[in-house]
């Protein structure tokens, strides 16, 4: 499973578009309708002169629509918590008869929700973008039709049910789970031939395509929906299936895949509670390509800004593996060393918490590997001026485990934690350890001069206790209170 989902990454665009395609970490902003009406309307039916594979589990109209087999008609989930979208596509509809249907204006209120699945049921119809002059009408109208299920699903202020989160995914999957047009990058290319340099495939359909994406985002995005019950839909298939879509050499699906996917993974928290359940499931010893999946996808994930997000369930996982090979604590936590934030206080101490956790897994032989760099960093976070960074650092010594483990090596620790400070603040240091010697003296002169001045009362004491006379002791206690009064340990910073 991990070996798929790796082999799902995006691949390297070409130069021309690398640098608008790694702009924005989560894709683009949401845009209106009006926005893609005015994108698409010079585009509306335009085409790249190529075709596109519409893929074979669907029969193509000689007119050149895509009408789904009578046979794959939707059937009821009868119970089922999985989804039924791998089995299904969208309804027969005869193209002859590709009628607009009322506008939502048009319509009472209590007729919207039956107009909108009819809406959705209409655009499950896929037509051929190869020739530009076929279906002309048809296609206009159902551009048109999913600018209004844009805007209406924006308007909905009532939880989508079940039956409404099945159409809208069955038409998302009709339109967009599609077979892609092969690239010369899948083939062996003379060595004179410069990939980087290939002008990357404009989708035909982006007219269509777009706005079904922007139909998915703003669902995903949703107050509306019901991340539970959603969740028998956007499942661990359908997300598969977007992740294949990375493939395609169309910027502008990869931008709009990765901010459905970010979407994804801060609604549903999908992918990372399902990799938590492989990774425990996983035999041991560990494969290679697991352990680079640890270290090239899990690891990198915490340096988002928006780790908090999804920082329990990536915790998870990363324990997970840990636990199952205790050697990779080593890699683990110079992970997060190389990720540790450097201004954002509280994501820090959210670091030292997971730290924390992954100590707790920590044998020997690999603390005494990362404990250099490791306690270099809690050194930081011991002066950090923000008080919870410092607290949570002093924490790590109520960890029975992890005092243990610094017991066993608290000589190199100890100079290291000093050389910290002094690499720190020298001046300061300096003076600190001047302070510290001179009240070390004061105080041992204090407690020699208490213990001559008790070892003179009992003298005095013994030589007369023969005689049974009385002992005058007031001149010793006033010492002894003096001395007492005077101890540095008590002035320390007067």
């Not at 589990?57 to 895509?66: F, K, L, P, Y």
């Not at 290939?198 to 929906?225: C, D, G, K």
Request: proline share 4%; charged share 25%; glycine share 4%.
């Amino acid at each position: 499973m991990i070996k798929n989902i790796l082999g799902k990454l995006p691949r390297k665009p070409s130069s021309k578009s690398s640098h608008n395609d790694t702009n924005n970490d989560s894709g683009f902003s949401t845009v209106n309708s009006s926005n893609l009406n005015a994108n698409n309307s010079s585009k509306g039916t335009s085409g790249s002169g190529k075709s596109s594979n519409l893929g074979s589990s669907a029969a193509r109209a000689s007119n050149g629509t895509h009408v789904p087999n009578s046979s794959s008609m939707i059937k009821s989930n009868q119970g089922k918590k999985s989804s039924p979208l791998a089995a299904q596509v969208g309804p027969v509809v005869n193209p002859a008869t590709y009628e607009a249907l009322p506008k939502f204006r048009d319509v009472p209120s209590s007729e919207k929700h039956n107009l909108f699945v009819k809406k959705m049921k209409m655009c499950c119809v896929v037509f051929d973008f190869s020739d530009p002059s076929k279906n002309f009408k048809e296609k206009d109208i159902k551009r048109q039709t999913l600018l209004e299920l844009v805007d209406y699903i924006s308007s909905i202020n009532s939880k989508f049910n079940e039956l409404t989160m099945q159409e809208i995914t069955l038409t998302v999957s009709t339109n967009l789970f599609r077979t892609l047009p092969s690239s010369n990058r899948d083939h062996k290319l003379p060595d004179m031939y410069d990939v980087e340099e290939e002008e990357p495939t404009m989708e035909p359909s982006w007219s269509h395509l777009q706005i079904v994406y922007e139909f998915l985002h703003r669902f995903v995005a949703s107050s509306e929906v019901d991340a539970k019950l959603a969740k028998r839909y956007i499942d661990h298939s359908f997300v598969l299936r977007l992740l294949d879509l990375f493939d395609s050499e169309d910027q502008r699906e990869r931008e709009y895949l990765k901010t459905i996917l970010h979407r994804i993974y801060g609604k549903f928290y999908e992918l990372l509670e399902i990799l938590g359940s492989i990774v425990n499931g996983f035999a041991l010893p560990l494969k290679e390509e697991h352990k680079l999946f640890l270290v090239h996808a899990l690891i990198p994930l915490h340096k988002p800004k928006c780790v908090a997000m999804y920082q329990q369930q990536l915790s998870y996982c990363i324990n997970q593996f840990v636990e199952k090979d205790f050697k990779l604590s080593d890699t683990v936590i110079r992970g997060l060393l190389k990720y540790w934030p450097v201004t954002n206080s509280s994501k820090e101490v959210m670091f030292l918490g997971e730290l924390e956790e992954v100590l707790e897994a920590t044998q020997a032989a690999e603390f005494q590997r990362c404990m250099v760099p490791l306690f270099r960093q809690i050194g930081r976070c011991l002066n950090s001026s923000h008080f919870q960074v410092a607290e949570r650092a002093l924490f790590l010594w109520n960890n029975d485990h992890i005092r243990n483990l610094i017991t066993q090596n608290h000589n190199s620790l100890t100079l290291n934690v000093k050389k910290i400070f002094s690499d720190a603040d020298q001046a300061l240091f300096e003076e600190c350890l001047v302070r510290f010697q001179e009240d070390e003296i004061k105080e041992k002169e204090a407690q020699e001069k208490r213990e001559s001045t008790w070892k003179h009362l009992e003298d005095v004491a013994a030589s007369k206790a023969a005689s049974n006379e009385a002992v005058l002791v007031s001149k010793f206690v006033s010492s002894i209170a003096i001395a007492t009064r005077t101890n540095p340990r008590t002035t320390v910073g007067s």
